[in-house]
Nanobody, 118 residues
């Protein structure tokens, strides 16, 4: 189980950018570093969907809906995963969460709300 803290969300106009951060302050680096991580998002009434993932070696994968607009990265020394979101669209509005891949149900944090106004 990891204690994960998401931040960086907010209200932005369509076409704008946001950078989300996910910290694992209570996780030791020997556990965090080899863990594949991902960002997920959820809208009311919908399931939580994977947005982007990054392996322990830095290999990335993106959902088709965000390819070319979002970039996931990680800084193992800071036990932090980032999601740079550019060219935001109204359909990107959601609560964004980070977690491992595969998901650890006990590690879900509070998430961070991203609202894109059109």
């Amino acid at each position: 189980q990891m204690y994960l803290v998401e931040s960086g969300g907010g209200l932005v106009q369509a076409g704008g950018s946001l950078r989300l951060s996910c910290r694992a302050p209570r996780t030791i680096t020997s556990v965090f570093n080899p863990t594949n991580m991902a960002w997920y998002r959820q809208t009311p009434g919908s399931q939580r969907d994977l947005v982007a993932s990054i392996s322990s070696r830095g290999i990335t994968h993106y959902a088709d809906s965000v390819k070319g607009r979002f970039t996931i990265s990680r800084d193992n020394s800071r036990k932090t995963v980032y999601l740079q979101m550019n060219s935001l669209k109204s359909e990107d509005t959601a609560v964004y969460y980070c977690n491992s891949v595969p998901v650890q149900d006990s590690s879900w944090g509070q998430g961070t709300q991203v609202t894109v106004s059109s």
